[in-house]
């Protein structure tokens, strides 16, 4: 596959300039609920029924949440203390706005933090809000439910506002970010474990007060899926390959996903010409609100009936295909490296796909778990068989993984992930190139394939299990 023709879809994504919206400055954005998203999704439908493909654009709603302006968050009593943002704190995604000075009170902490991560039950009962005075600020700690969750208590008890803080175990010492999952209409801040152990300990010693500044804007927005149905093949035997079309509020995604939408738009349109009679059925998926949680591919499966969820043989996502400091990942399908997160019977199959396709070029990979942070997760729960392929992330490089892959050592694979500078300058071509190789070779392989992929299950005997998961989509939730 041409790498300027991917580099062609990318550039000719630019439109008219963003007007979008008239009031609320936005970086250039494809996020879904935004003109970006809506100019990213008519290019692609346009391309795809001109190639002679059955374009389908499913609308859903969804939860659109938008900082507008910085939060602040300060300590006033006893002594005076400003927190920095992004170091000590982060406004947690659906947080409500306001103008809040209220005294802190703990709800039910671990300190120090017990042995395990994620053990604690702080604010995760209605109970441990027993008492609570109106009007205060709750200090909840990281625990076992969701931040929603204990937000949710906090606000049912009387809370002007809510502080989370890092449970305090090695790994779990930063400011948290995450999502509230549903907007909670007051300020609600997630901080560093030292922040938050610090007010622990002045509030037990006498008054403790804070003034928390929230801007936001929380609502309902619509936004689509992308459904694109090839000509032929036999429709009980369905290949479907995705990748998401939208990117975060902050920046334009052109590796986190214009890589993936792009290479998939290039085989779809090289299929359309080359391949006249496939054994079985190829569908693209252009997913909406991926970055939101993982959105479009649940409302495209939640919207199947169970005939035509069983019709898909393989789900191929393709998410980040040209991390500047990329790895080769492939997602453990037959859960070897990550026993208890494998996926449905079939998956090995898919894994062995793309293993085998960079080994026979000599290009090593390695493995990463079905964690809860891809498009493939409806499918894998609905048991679809599933797969695909990653450069990385916010992750860093280790040494072993530079003697692996090259690059550098120490830094993260997209160091421009979720931020402004995911653009064009972001992709690294060659990795561009690797993985848009073993993606068309391993979806023109399931599609040529005579069998569906439940015919060697070998190393799959059990069906995957659903549990709870610390990511629900590129967000933290727990
Ligand atoms: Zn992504």
Known sequence: MSLS??????????????????????????????????????????????????????????????????????RTAPTARTYEHATDFNTMDFSGSGDVTGDIVPIDLVLPPGPTPSSNTSGCEAADFAGFPA???????????????????????????????????????????????????????????????????????????????TSTLSENRATYNVIADAPSGRADH?????????????GPGINDDGSGTSQDLEMA?????????????????????EEEGLLGSAA??????????????????????????????????????????????????IESLFTGYWAGRGLASGTIPFDGRSDSVAFTDAGIPSGGIFAGAEGIKSEEQVAKYGGTAGVAYDKCYHQACDTLANLNTQAMGQFADNAANATARLVMRDNDLTDNTETLKAKRTTKSQDFKGPQLVR
């Open 5 to 74: 023709r991917l580099g062609a879809h990318l550039r000719r994504r630019r439109g008219p300039r963003p007007r979008w919206p008239p009031t609320v400055p936005l970086p250039c954005t494809r996020a879904s609920g935004t003109r970006g998203f809506d100019q990213s999704r008519d290019y692609v439908v346009g391309q795809l029924r001109n190639a002679g493909y059955a374009v389908n654009v499913q609308p859903f709603t969804f939860p659109y949440f938008q900082e507008l302006a910085p939060s602040t968050f300060e």
């Open 135 to 213: 009007g205060a600020v709750a200090l909840v700690q990281r625990g076992t439910c969701t931040f929603g969750a204990k937000a949710q208590n906090a606000k049912t008890a009387g809370a002007s506002a809510v502080v989370i803080f890092n449970e305090g175990q090695p790994g779990r010492t930063e400011a948290l970010s995450g999502t509230l999952g549903d907007p909670i209409d007051i300020p609600v801040v997630g901080t560093s474990f030292d922040v938050g152990n610090e007010l622990a300990d002045l509030a037990q010693a006498g008054t403790t007060t804070v003034h928390v500044t």
């Open 238 to 250: 369905t290949v479907a390959v995705g990748s998401h079309l939208d990117s975060v509020v902050a």
């Open 269 to 289: 349109l090289q299929y359309a010409k080359a391949v006249k009679n496939p054994t079985n059925h190829l569908r693209f998926l252009f997913f909406g609100a």
């Open 300 to 349: 495209y499966v939640a919207s199947l009936s169970q005939d035509q969820t069983d019709e898909i043989m393989a789900m191929l996502d393709f998410d980040m295909m040209a991390s500047p400091n990329f790895a080769r990942f492939v997602y453990d399908g037959d859960g070897s490296d990550f026993p208890g997160n494998e996926g449905p019977t079939g998956s090995d199959i």
